[in-house]
């Protein structure tokens, strides 16, 4: 079992940058493939970004070039930083947890967080 705790949401203008953490609990943490995902008023939750527990990573187009996903195991812990953020960047974003399989579809994350509001200004 696992526990997802995320911190870092804020209101920011349009070009600023933020990082959202987030924090496991529970065994294993380091076996686990995790993922950012995102969901905005109106609109189906998407992915944003993964990191495997190899440390493979992988990207939205929409987000290439502009986020960075990270982890510290030692901390159990997954950072988003988020860079040259845009109004279209605005949602709730989640963190979640899968094993044993290397997946952007949000069906296959067993464990996620509660989320955090990211709100970009014009």
């Known amino acids: 079992q696992v526990q997802l705790v995320e911190s870092g949401g804020g209101l920011v203008q349009a070009g600023g940058s933020l990082r959202l953490s987030c924090a496991a609990s529970?065994?294993?943490?380091?076996?686990?493939?995790m993922g950012w995902f995102r969901q905005a008023p109106g609109k189906e939750r998407e992915f944003v970004a993964r990191?495997?527990?190899?440390?493979?990573?992988d990207y939205a187009d929409s987000v290439q070039g502009r986020f960075v996903i990270s982890r510290d195991n030692a901390k159990n812990t997954v950072y988003l930083q988020m860079n040259s953020l845009k109004p279209e960047d605005t949602a709730t974003y989640y963190c979640?947890?899968?094993?044993?399989?290397?997946?952007?579809?949000?069906?296959?994350?067993?464990?996620w967080g509660q989320g955090t509001q990211v709100t970009v200004s014009s």
């Open positions: 979640a947890a899968t094993r044993g399989i290397w997946t952007r579809n949000r069906s296959d994350y067993n464990y």
């Open positions: 529970g065994r294993s943490f380091t076996s686990y493939n």
């Open positions: 990191i495997g527990w190899r440390s493979s990573l």
